[in-house]
């Protein structure tokens, strides 16, 4: 089983759309989660990171970490055809960084 | 302007050949990391090293090779021995290995001919 499971969609969704993207983890030892965009062929962005259950919120992204169920969850309010990539999620445990599979997102105009 | 260089963009290499790739960052970061990406498949962990001159083994450490002689520079090196080379390889690093982000090179594409 891997420590940090994110479905790999492909997920396609209408402009304007909420977008729901999660990651489930197994191990409590995770203490801080980082959602990351990446575009084809390029290097993972930062979008948010929090260290603390419950929500952090940003322009149109809304970060969701909920420690006692292990889930974390991005959620993209009005989504743009900018914001098509993929989305992967990455958690802290000791020195390491680990990341989830990554899920494409697909917004059609 | 301060960041974390890859280079090459793109690097081709004949089979049993070793090959090293760059990073630089100017960013005063302590930890560094390299992943490889394939398709499908996320990022897997390599090596990481947390001050100069340490490193430690990530996921996928056969095959590959890496030091850490400057605090700017975790070049990894791709040996021969690594079987299935062809592959996205990036390069993060952070200020601290605890409760911070990671920032990202650009990328090195490294393919097998």
């Known amino acids: 089983q891997k420590e940090v499971e994110q479905d790999p969609g492909p997920l396609s969704v209408p402009e304007g759309a909420i977008v729901s993207l999660n990651c489930t983890y197994s191990?409590?030892?995770?203490?801080?989660f980082m959602w990351y965009r990446q575009y084809s062929r390029k290097g993972p962005e930062l979008l948010m990171y929090?260290?603390?259950?419950g929500n952090k919120e940003d322009g149109r992204f809304t970060a969701q970490v909920d420690k006692s169920s292990k889930y974390i969850s991005l959620f993209i309010r009005d989504s743009q055809p900018s914001d098509s990539a993929t989305y992967l999620c990455?958690?802290?445990?000791?020195?390491?960084?680990?990341f989830g599979q990554g899920t494409e997102l697909s917004v059609k105009p | 302007d301060g960041g974390i260089t890859q280079s090459p963009k793109y690097l081709f290499r004949k089979e049993g050949q070793n090959v090293t790739l760059s990073c630089e960052q100017n960013?005063?970061?302590?930890?560094m990391y390299w992943y490889r990406q394939d398709p499908g498949q996320g990022l897997r962990l390599i090596y990481y090293?947390?001050?100069?001159?340490?490193?430690q083994k990530g996921d996928i450490a056969e095959g590959y090779s890496v030091s850490r002689e400057k605090k700017e520079s975790f070049p990894l090196t791709v040996t021969s021995a690594q079987k299935n080379p062809t592959a996205f390889y990036l390069c993060?690093?952070?200020?601290?290995?605890?409760?911070?982000?990671?920032?990202f090179g650009q990328g090195t594409r490294l393919t097998v001919v």
């Open positions: 993060a690093s952070s200020s601290q290995t605890a409760n911070t982000e990671a920032f």
């Open positions: 191990n409590s030892a995770f203490q801080y």
């Open positions: 929090t260290y603390s259950s």
């Open positions: 990455a958690m802290r445990k000791g020195g390491k960084l680990i």
């Open positions: 960013l005063n970061h302590d930890a």
């Open positions: 090293s947390q001050i100069v001159n340490d490193f």
